[in-house]
């Protein structure tokens, strides 16, 4: 067996915010439900409190620009919905 391995190219992988919004549902529901030992808890929390953070700030930063654009005054020969 010396067959040669190709190496295909990988796709361009990317997470996205709901993918993080369902790893922290997850997490959520995996410690209500008594599934992660004590041990795991620390290492899981952190985990956790990061991605928590960063779906905050990004729906706080979401909020924001909807916010601007809304307020923001029309660009003449723009129509506005």
Same mark, same amino acid.
């Given at each position: ?15 996205? #915010?709901?993918?993080? @919004? ?7 529901? /995996? ?7 004590? !041990? ?14 960063? #779906?905050?700030?990004? @729906? ?7 916010? /601007? ?7 003449? !020969?723009?129509?506005?919905?």
């Amino acid at each position: 067996m010396n067959e040669k391995v190709e190496k295909q190219p990988q796709p361009n992988i990317q997470i996205t #915010i709901q993918d993080l @919004m369902v790893l922290r549902s997850v997490i959520d529901a /995996a410690t209500k439900g008594g599934v992660l030992g004590a !041990g795991d808890l620390t290492t899981v929390g952190m985990v956790h409190d990061k991605v928590h953070v960063i #779906i905050e700030e990004f @729906m706080a930063k979401q909020k924001e620009a909807q916010e /601007a654009e809304a307020t923001a005054p029309p660009v003449e !020969g723009e129509v506005k919905e």
